[in-house]
Nanobody
């Protein structure tokens, strides 16, 4: 079992930055590829970023956040991070952390494949 707890959300002005954290429990964190998804009010949950299992050498982003968001992991701390720069009002959403064992970063963009989810942290970007 893996439990995921997100933190770091809050209110920020457009153009600002936030760093989200997702702390994992369990002893097998390095075996999981990790991803971030988000869900805006009235919209479906969408993929934001992923990092591969192990050392995290591979990352994957959709075009909507590429160049602005960076995902990273610290296996010793059992934590995955999402650095978000140049935030836009359309980035406003609840951000969720997710985990899937032994898969590629590119395969992390499918919600149905995730094994574990956190409860989310709210990010609000004001214009």
């Amino acid at each position: 079992q893996v439990q995921l707890v997100e933190s770091g959300g809050g209110l920020v002005q457009a153009g600002g930055s936030l760093r989200l954290s997702c702390a994992a429990s369990g002893r097998t964190f390095s075996m999981y590829s990790m991803g971030w998804f988000r869900q805006a009010p009235g919209k479906e949950r969408e993929f934001v970023a992923a990092v591969s299992w192990g050392g995290g050498s591979n990352t994957y982003y959709p075009d909507s956040v590429k160049g602005r968001f960076t995902i990273s992991r610290d296996n010793a701390e059992k934590t995955v991070y999402l650095q978000m720069n140049n935030l836009k009002p359309e980035d406003t959403a609840v951000y969720y952390c997710a985990a899937r064992k032994w898969t590629t970063a590119q395969a992390m963009d499918v919600m149905d494949g995730m094994e574990y989810w956190g409860k989310g942290t709210l990010v609000t970007v004001s214009s």
